[in-house]
């Protein structure tokens, strides 16, 4: 089942490789010029019209070549049309043009095969070079410090300090956080919800979880597969996916990690359950079979939390700091991230909130060592300059509660490196596993894709490349950019 805001991606991707207006598509498919906007603002729809715009972009994604005839009017092409299915023209017709067809390409061998590859590519889900990545570089802790710096610009109010993050990961940036604000707040509840798609992440992500409610009892942890627009309330806009919530409460039991590592372990199943995913047909993107909100508290502080404790409905929670760390591919237009992502979360904070986004965005070592293979290729089109521009475009007036500000190069931009120990940079015998890491982190944040990757291997001269990289730069390190929306008070 799709969620609004996944209908609506759909739509557009397909609006603007047909170029079409959001009203003829809706004209097109269903006979209504309105439907976009009203999805758009928010209203209802049925589960039967929305099987209707799948089954609609599913026969149009693409043209088959196996219906398509050229049209011919003395001698001169006319037009490229999808044959008619009936036998038969009308006289008119006939008269007005001559239709040839034109021959059918050969059908692949392996047609499954074929569809599997065309499938859009989803670079962030590659797995392992993701794992790579994380554990030969310390990006998760040099995000880390930079949202530590955001919170000397927060006062959390009563009943509970809340935060949402709008991509767990695997937790590592999250339990860092936590552990600060269990410093600078030790006494103050926290209430804090993760937005993840991976069940693999979630999996991850808990084992991190065990020692923060032990430490800080007054937690409440809220993961959820709900997307960027719907995720802040707990609850998704359409009424049929909402009736289909798959809503738990998790009491840990006990006094210690012991106990709690024990309860979850126990509980992965339920977790697997209520993370199972399906691939959109048009984006190729990941999305969850079942809206799944799991809210996990320690049963021991149930009474001093029930005012904090979400139930199912729609929330009226408002958040004093949002963290949106690299929630987008960094190739996506600006007005998409703009629109789907950063203008929901902006609407989600709470007066003197803050959102901090952070990027990548080249410039570094990483780019220059990718570049000698790929010179053309810009792999961060969008800066934040881009975003903010969009997002007071879509906000209007709107924009006016909120402080929407650029902030220079020096503060906006911080970087992070690669691990490696100064004994193995500045010769030419730096070991292989070393260039293999730097070459593995140099495609992983400049997104390219496996095909692009193993036309350029199979000679080895790569791993040279990469080794002069290093040795002219001292190592390898990356520039990721932030920029900050907060609300006024």
Request: proline fraction near 4%; aromatic fraction near 8%.
């Amino acid at each position: 089942m799709s969620t609004i805001d996944d209908l609506l991606g759909d739509i557009d991707q397909f609006c603007r490789k047909q170029k079409i207006s959001r009203s003829t598509f809706g004209l097109r498919a269903i006979n209504d010029g309105k439907l976009v906007n009203r999805l758009i603002d928010g209203k209802g729809i049925t589960l039967k019209t929305i099987n209707r715009i799948e089954q609609y972009l599913d026969d149009h994604n693409e043209l088959s070549t196996d219906s398509l005839e050229v049209v011919e009017n003395g001698g001169k092409i006319m037009a490229l049309t999808k044959a008619k299915s009936s036998k038969t023209t009308t006289k008119t017709n006939k008269a007005a043009a001559k239709k040839v067809k034109v021959a059918p390409a050969k059908k692949p061998k392996n047609k499954k095969k074929e569809d599997k590859d065309s499938r859009p590519f989803r670079f962030y889900d590659n797995r392992q070079n993701y794992l790579a990545f994380i554990n030969t570089c310390n990006e998760k802790s040099a995000i880390s410090q930079r949202i530590v710096k955001e919170f000397q610009y927060i006062q959390p109010t009563a009943p509970a300090f809340r935060m949402f993050d709008a991509g767990m990961g695997d937790a590592t940036v999250l339990s860092n956080i936590m552990r600060f604000l269990h410093h600078k707040h030790p006494t103050v509840p926290h209430f804090i919800v993760a937005k993840e798609i991976s069940m693999e992440d979630v999996r991850i992500g808990l084992d991190k979880m065990i020692d923060r409610f032990s430490e800080h009892p007054s937690t409440i942890l809220v993961l959820t597969n709900l997307n960027y627009a719907e995720a802040p309330k707990l609850m998704p806009r359409d009424v049929l996916t909402a009736n289909a919530m798959n809503w738990r409460e998790i009491k840990l039991e006990g006094t210690h990690a012991y106990n709690y590592r024990e309860q979850l372990e126990s509980m992965h199943d339920i977790f697997a359950e209520g993370w199972e995913t399906q691939t959109s047909k048009i984006s190729g993107n990941p999305v969850f079979k079942r809206p799944s909100v799991f809210v996990i508290y320690r049963e021991d502080h149930e009474i001093l939390l029930d005012n904090v404790i979400p139930r199912p409905g729609i929330q009226s929670w408002e958040y004093d700091f949002i963290l949106a760390s690299q929630p987008w591919r960094s190739t996506t237009s600006a007005q998409f991230k703009a629109d789907r992502i950063v203008v929901p979360l902006t609407r989600a904070l709470a007066p003197g909130g803050r959102l901090l986004a952070i990027q990548s965005c080249g410039k570094d070592p990483a780019q220059e060592l990718i570049r000698q293979y790929w010179p053309d290729y810009n792999p961060f089109p969008v800066t934040r300059h881009h975003i903010l521009k969009e997002v007071k475009k879509i906000m209007g007036r709107e924009a006016r509660d909120y402080n929407i500000k650029e902030m220079s190069d020096a503060r906006a931009m911080f970087k992070y490196r690669m691990h490696a120990l100064p004994s193995e940079i500045g010769g030419a015998n730096i070991g292989t596993s070393t260039l293999f890491a730097a070459w593995n982190a140099a495609v992983y944040v400049n997104q390219i894709e496996d095909e692009r990757v193993e036309q350029v291997i199979h000679d080895g001269t790569y791993l040279e490349k990469t080794s002069k990289v290093l040795n002219k730069h001292g190592g390898l390190w990356f520039n990721d950019e932030t920029f900050v929306i907060s609300r006024g008070k």
